[in-house]
């Protein structure tokens, strides 16, 4: 066992933040590279064990290719992009830069690294094909009253929509960045109606420019008051955008997430003219212990 891994339950997992150089940055995650023989019971506790919002767990299938499974302390989520990150720097870091295909449960995500000027690993992420979906009124009234929010809260010309990028995520912009800031939620009402909606996170947002956007996302269905980066939401968003008409694609674009709670994530998101998957890209670095 290398200074990079840990036993946790028998097991060899390491930790990384993704999104982030900076270990007290980014979004932390749990990486197991070789899970062979772990039974769902066994990966849960793995991922209550390590403690963060999502574990990887991987079963090898062939020459950079792997099944993928993502555990929350809570549950098994269909798909996690910050944890992707994670886990793709540290297959780089083992096994050379170049692609890798991760067959996950919301379908096959396509990954490459490279090492970027700086001399740091990182990884993009091919999403699966994005879509979006028009929201119940009500279902966004009980969102904004969970939150403290009112309509008028809200940026007209970015809709409340629920956006797919592998798990479901409600869409709401403000209209200032003063009152995604000062975000403050009903965690047990907020987790009751994104449980019935089968909603993975809320992608909140405020748009400084086209190019830029700031977010927090709500997470209690994984029992995490909030992640500080998310890349399966960044890649639902992106798809947002395009689906609703609000970006011209081929389009780039930065989320700023996780500042408002002490951990800057940066995440890359990219938009083709071709198809619905949608590009996400950010490094990721060590936990020391």
Known sequence: MSDATEQVAGVEAQRLVAFS??????????????????????????AADIGYSETAFLFPRGERAHDVRFFSPKAEVAFCGHATIATSVALAERDGTGPFDLHTRAGLVSVDTQVDNSGRHTATLTSVPTSVSDVDPAAVDEALAALGWTRDDLDPDLPPSVAFGGNDHLVLAVSTRAKLAALSYDFERLGKLMADQDWTTLQLVWRESPELFHARDPFPPGGVVEDAATGAAAAAFG???????????????????GFDMGRPSILDVEISEAHDQIRVTGTATRIKR
């Not at 007290?24 to 023989?37: F, I, R, T």
């Not at 955008?241 to 011209?248: A, E, M, N, P, V």
Request: without cysteine; charged residues 20%; proline residues 9%.
């Open 239 to 257: 798809g947002y955008l395009k689906h609703r008409g609000l970006i011209t694609p081929p389009a780039r674009f930065r989320i700023h997430q």
């Open 21 to 46: 150089s900076d270990p007290q940055g980014g979004n932390p995650a749990g990486v197991v590279l070789d899970a062979s023989g772990l039974t769902d019971a066994e990966m849960l506790r793995i």
